[in-house]
């Protein structure tokens, strides 16, 4: 008989998983729990703003109480939130969130996706929002996946106005009813039926919550129990969830397992309303699809029959199985249960499979080795290995026996996210259409393999990675990066330099690919104003791949725009490699451009040395160091009177009320300091958890009042004020090209003895004038702001390192 071809690709078009780790089996209960599900027809979308936005439990319910297809389409990668776990912020903190909800949805089973809209930072209404997005573009993109997923429900987790809070959330709801119409109308976005269909929801649903203003019109609302208990998995649905919720690391999000009766509530939006379930009016049987009957008696007897001691002798039937789907005339659940059915009869063979290369990177347009390392570790499974990589093998698999075949697999494009590959505005990511609502790369390094197992040949596509023993995580898969042949690391990304001065840059220069001779790099000036010394550099690497230059770069007269440095290699620039490495998430890899920014600025600083408290994560000690000052890291524990004797001034990095234990017990040291004469600012926290209450030395409310503008209007109360003109003389001006955001948790109900000099607002807001608050202490002062100069310092901007230096100076 003519053999079948099934493909199995690890990441096909909008699975929404990333590569697994590596192709392993799951395990016998599992395997029936997959079985029934393969008698369920029906999908449902979880549609919010963000990582962490989504209802873990929920999701874990849907996807394996239920058995539905679930999916969550976050519309952001949380770029723009705050990092509890270390300094990435903006791009690189998307890079984390994406890990994140990758490892969640591994955990309760969901699918997840994204639209290309970019998380700029906390807004407050979604008009703002859509000022940022291009609420069209969302709303293409939004429809897109809703016609490629077509669900049954779409469930919102945000209502579309206020009650939201921020305008993310808003926004996603306003999004969610409009894409629920625009799906079904083939005059919207035609440009997509040459890829998928117009698709109308049976209807829209508003997951209300208990937090916020959430709960919704509790009078008319949809209630059902998700606290079950699956036997198969061995878990109930809250503690599912909160393995899942704690994925959410660097938002601080761990969670508690709950147990017992757990009630949602759901408002009606649009479509055909719900009166006893959210599947009302749903066929979620076979009964949906025309020549599905066949099928469900065949998954009935498939079930009935399971043996989980022997898996294997499911097998046959899940082949006839693979026959009969093939015969039913919905393409979108032929492929979908095809797709489950070839992950079965792997999982059934007790198969192990994976690509292993012998390093953890090669350069692009290199080859690597790799070794392909099978097991067939049930026994009496005819399984064979028909090709490798293009390579013709035909060779059956022994019973329980390691079988490995070398190749070398041509790596052709480097691994840099592909939302990262081009400059993206404020508001989107410049995203390929190819590309659309992955959630990693799809084109990741991977061998081809073909199976043969009875009259079907299964096609897989091994990803590429690297393994190795971590002396505690033990063995640790990572996937190989594909990096460009030569990479650049300056040791500032930002310069700040006066009028007249000059400074030296320290640059790293990194060959990926072995035996490349001697390169010449030009460094080439987008401005005016500025000289740099040498103009070319010739790079020898040493064994390791490396070489460093120092660089000269002077201050003759430039103006107030930014200039940018970059490093070309025979007239392309040069990009950096910036890895990220945590234990919950797999190691991420990105290349920037290697570009460094030139900026001008009037900077008078008498501050020579810094103790620095680190917090949640910052980078404000290196632009510190940038600006010529000693910056100590301090261990809360070794603070000492003599210690802090030794300092200018002493900061408290972001959030360390909230994340240090100890902190509270030196904080009346640290205002004897200041009483000597010292100074202590303390940057944000927020008002829950404190690690100690009333922290300051005079009282004050921390807020969640923010000013989200970035650009919005400063006002001086007290222009005479010290901070205000020494040493250096702040004006309007200083307040220009800020990022982001003003501030954030603003101080509220204020003891009249502090100071505030700065009063600012949002658009259609009253003042606020938390955002600085200065109390003289004795000879000294103590500062605390909840400006965002977490964000400003490492961007460099001018006015922010100006004001904060005058933050730091003894007041004369």
């Known amino acids: 008989m003519k053999k079948r071809y099934l493909s199995l690709c690890f990441l096909g078009l909008l699975i929404g998983k990333a590569f697994a780790q590596s192709y392993t089996p799951i395990h016998a209960a599992d395997i029936q729990l997959q079985m029934e599900k393969l ?61 994140e909800l990758l490892q969640a949805r591994k955990i309760d089973r969901g699918e ?53 809070g921020h305008g993310h959330h808003q926004a996603s709801a306003l999004l969610a009813r409009e894409a629920f119409d625009a799906a079904a109308d083939p005059k919207a976005f035609p440009e997509q039926l040459s890829e998928v269909q117009p698709w109308q929801a049976k209807r829209l649903i508003w997951n209300t919550a208990n937090f916020m203003s959430m709960q919704g019109n509790s009078t008319n609302q949809l209630k059902v129990d998700i606290g079950q208990y699956n036997t198969l998995l061995g878990e109930s649905y809250g503690e599912l969830s909160a ?51 066949p099928v469900s008696l065949a998954i009935e007897k498939l079930v009935q029959n399971y043996n989980a001691v022997k898996p294997q002798a499911s097998i046959p039937a899940l082949v006839q199985l693979w026959h009969l789907v093939q015969k039913v005339e919905s393409p979108y659940w032929k492929e979908k249960k095809t797709k489950e059915i070839e992950r079965l009869i792997l999982a059934c063979a007790g198969l192990h499979i994976e690509a292993i290369a012998p390093k953890p990177y090669a350069a692009v347009g290199t080859n690597s080795p790799f070794q ?45 996210p592909y939302w990262l590959a081009k400059p993206h505005s404020l508001g989107k990511f410049d995203v390929p259409a190819q590309n659309f609502g992955y959630p990693t790369n799809p084109d990741l390094p991977a061998v081809a393999t073909l199976l043969g197992i009875g009259d079907l040949t299964i096609k897989l596509n091994l990803p590429l990675q690297y393994k190795y023993v971590d002396p505690v995580r033990g063995e640790v898969y990572e996937y190989v990066q594909v990096r460009p042949q030569i990479t650049a690391q ?136 940038e600006l010529g000052i000693q910056v100590d890291i ?70 969640r009042a923010r000013v989200t503008e970035e650009d919005a209007k400063v006002t001086f109360t007290d222009p005479k004020d010290p901070v205000l003109n020494y040493p250096n003389k702040i004006t309007e001006k200083d307040f220009s090209n800020w990022i982001q955001e003003r501030g954030l948790y603003f101080a509220e109900n204020v003891d009249p003895s502090y100071r505030k000099p700065l009063v600012m607002h949002d658009q259609k807001e009253g003042p606020h004038q938390g955002s600085l608050l200065i109390q003289k202490i004795g000879k000294g002062k103590f500062v605390y702001t909840s400006l965002s100069f977490f964000r400003q310092l490492p961007a460099g901007i001018p006015g922010a390192n100006r004001l904060f230096v005058n933050l730091l100076a003894k007041e004369q």
Do not use: C
């Open 372 to 416: 392909a390392r099978l097991v067939v570790r049930n026994a009496g499974v005819n399984l064979s290995l028909v090709s490798l990589n293009g390579q013709n093998i035909q060779q059956k698999l022994a019973d329980n026996s390691l079988t490995v075949f070398n190749g070398e697999l041509p790596l052709a494009t480097e691994t840099q």
């Open 112 to 164: 997840q996706y994204f639209t290309a809209a970019y998380d700029f930072g906390f807004s407050k209404t979604y008009d703002e929002t859509f000022r940022f997005w291009n609420k069209q573009e969302v709303l293409r993109e939004a429809v897109f996946i809703i016609r490629k997923l077509q669900p049954d429900v779409i469930i919102t987790r945000f209502p579309p106005d206020e009650r939201g």
């Open 490 to 625: 300056a040791e500032q990304k930002v310069l700040l330099v006066n009028k007249g001065e000059s400074k030296t840059l320290q640059v790293s220069f990194q060959a990926q690919q072995e035996n490349l001779g001697t390169v010449a790099v030009q460094l080439s000036l987008a401005g005016s104003g500025w000289k740099i010394s040498p103009e070319i550099v010739n790079l020898a690497f040493d064994q390791q791949g490396n070489s460093t230059q120092t660089i000269t770069i002077s201050n003759v007269n430039a103006d107030e725009n930014t200039t940018k440095l970059d490093f070309l290699v025979q007239g392309k620039p040069l990009t950096t490699l910036r890895e990220i490495a945590y234990a919950h998430i797999p190691t991420q890899a990105w290349f920037p451009p290697a570009t460094v920014s030139l900026k001008n600025i009037d900077l008078i600083n008498p501050v020579k040395t810094v103790a620095y408290i680190m917090g949640a994560g910052d980078r404000v000690p290196e632009a510190l160091r």
């Open 634 to 703: 301090l261990k809360t524990a070794d603070i000492t009177a003599s210690l802090l004797a030794k300092y200018d001034a002493l900061v408290f990095g972001v959030r360390v009320l909230n994340v240090d234990k100890q902190i509270g017990q030196k904080l009346p040291l640290i205002y004897k300091y200041v009483e000597n004469g010292g100074v202590a600012l303390m940057q944000y926290n927020v008002n829950n958890p404190l690690q100690k209450e009333n922290f300051a030395p005079k009282p004050f409310q921390l807020s």
């Open 243 to 293: 393995r899942s919720r704690s994925q959410h690391k660097s938002q601080g999000f761990g969670s508690a397992a709950s147990n017992g009766s757990s009630i949602e509530s759901f408002e009606h939006v649009a479509g055909s309303q719900a009166q006893l379930d959210i599947f009302d009016q749903v066929d979620l049987s076979w009964k949906r699809v025309k020549g599905g009957a």
């Open 39 to 99: 008698n369920t027809l029906g999908s449902v979308l979880y549609f919010a703003a963000h990582p962490d936005d989504e209802n873990t439990k929920l999701i874990a319910y849907l996807a394996s109480e239920r058995k539905v297809r679930t999916a969550y389409l976050s519309l952001t990668r949380g770029d723009g939130g705050q990092n509890l776990i270390g300094t990435e912020q903006g791009e690189e903190l998307g890079l984390i969130r994406t890990q």
